[in-house]
């Protein structure tokens, strides 16, 4: 016959008292995908709201802000500028908008059958493989501030990674750009 020893009795009677005990184990809830969804890109609420429309971007915060008069009415996540082509701050107006802009320095060089022979490339600086053409960035929505300098759709990590341009989630460029008039003022602040 075997002997218990205290620890084992010790565990036998906790085991057994939690396995005849009347209270229910909290269930943690499900996990559904928007508990685990990634922070929002943005927001927009323009209740009705009247003034000059504005946008402020901040670098150091990868944001932009929309006002109406003194009423913010939406936010957004924005890329700026990386190292070596960083966004001028400063202060601009609109000069120009085009909601289906193809930039005319960067792009990629493709192939006749349009296969990327040379990806994200700057046509001053990088030279044509032989046969190849160049296939300039889409830039929808574009919002021209300062010279080549707009704020359009793009690709939009959590960190600065455009050639000075800023870039917005698709339905945020929508958004700015269809509430943005030339002449608006664009602050861009570090």
Known sequence: MRVLTPFRIVFLAGALGLLA???????PPATSAAAVAPAPQGFWQDDGFTGEPKIVVSIAEQRAYFYKGK?????????????????????????WKNADHVSTVFGDYVDDFGSVVKSNIDVRKDSKPPGAHYDGARMPFAMFFRGGYAMHQGYV??????????????????????MVNVGDEVTIEY
Do not use: N
């Open 21 to 27: 005990s009347c209270e229910e184990m909290p269930v």
């Open 71 to 95: 009423h913010l009415v939406g936010q957004s996540t924005v890329s700026t500028g990386k190292p070596g082509f960083g966004t001028p701050p400063g202060q601009y107006k609109v000069a």
């Open 157 to 178: 990590p959590p960190y600065a990674a455009s050639h000075g341009c800023i870039r917005l989630p698709d339905e945020m460029a929508r958004r700015f750009f269809g």
